[in-house]
């Protein structure tokens, strides 16, 4: 089944008066439980793509479908709704809310959706268990260390049982030891889970998960590949 299609996605800034192609013809089809990587040189238009296709941005033309469903069907409450029903974010920057506990910033998506208090703080411990953190659920970001608090940014996108998982430099903020606990951790909730993950990354270590691993520069791909192990 396809999870994504992009179609002749093109993606057009205004800078100054200058006209940018950060998206030029893209075609890119991923089907469920793929794990996709995305890298390139900075500015080569990984994250604009990530952005577009997740519908966190519209291209200047070309379709993109997520399920089989065009997002430029859908105006901004249906989009709104998609996006925290049916996928999940991770940044390189973690935003965990810091006058909230691990377990709090994890169940707040779905006490957001309407789910009561009881069976949100069940499944937040509940996904706090299965990324290693269920004796840290009551202590707040700054008490963590920064893979940890990754480790929640990931239970946070996973609370909801999304289709799809958008991962932007997930590994970027960590040394090389939490880099690569983070980098076996989504490849095991991939595996587990058949989730689709799209990950755009700088990091060799998470490019070796991917089942495809895709190049970017100049706003274009370049190529397509299994990764090198």
Not at 95 to 122: C, H, Q, S
Not at 215 to 222: F, H, Q, T, V
Request: with cysteine; hydrophobic share 45%.
């Amino acid at each position: 089944m396809l999870m994504v299609e992009a179609h002749r996605v093109h993606k057009i800034y205004e800078l100054n008066g200058v006209r940018v192609h950060a998206l030029r013809e893209v075609n890119l089809l991923i089907e469920k439980g793929d794990m996709v990587v995305i890298v390139g040189p900075s500015g080569c238009g990984k994250t604009t793509l990530l952005n577009c296709l997740s519908g966190l941005d519209a291209p200047t033309s070309g379709i993109v479908k997520i399920e089989g469903i065009p997002l430029s069907q859908m105006n901004d409450n249906e989009l709104s709704e998609y996006r925290a029903t049916r996928m999940g974010f991770i940044f390189q920057s973690f935003n965990l809310l810091p006058i909230l506990t691990a377990l709090e910033n994890v169940e707040l998506p779905l006490l957001v959706a309407g789910i009561n208090e009881k069976d949100a703080r069940l499944r937040a411990l509940s996904m706090l268990s299965r990324v290693d953190l269920e004796e840290w659920a009551h202590h707040k970001p700054l008490e963590l260390s920064g893979g940890q608090q990754q480790r929640v940014a990931i239970a946070r996108a996973l609370i909801s049982r999304p289709a799809i998982i958008w991962a932007d430099e997930p590994t970027g903020n960590l040394d090389s030891a939490g880099a690569d606990q983070i980098t076996a951790l989504l490849k095991r909730l991939n595996k587990a889970n058949r989730q689709t993950f799209v990950i755009v990354t700088h990091d060799p270590s998470v490019a070796k998960t991917a089942d495809r691993l895709i190049s970017m520069k100049d706003g274009a791909i370049l190529s397509e590949s299994e990764p090198l192990v």
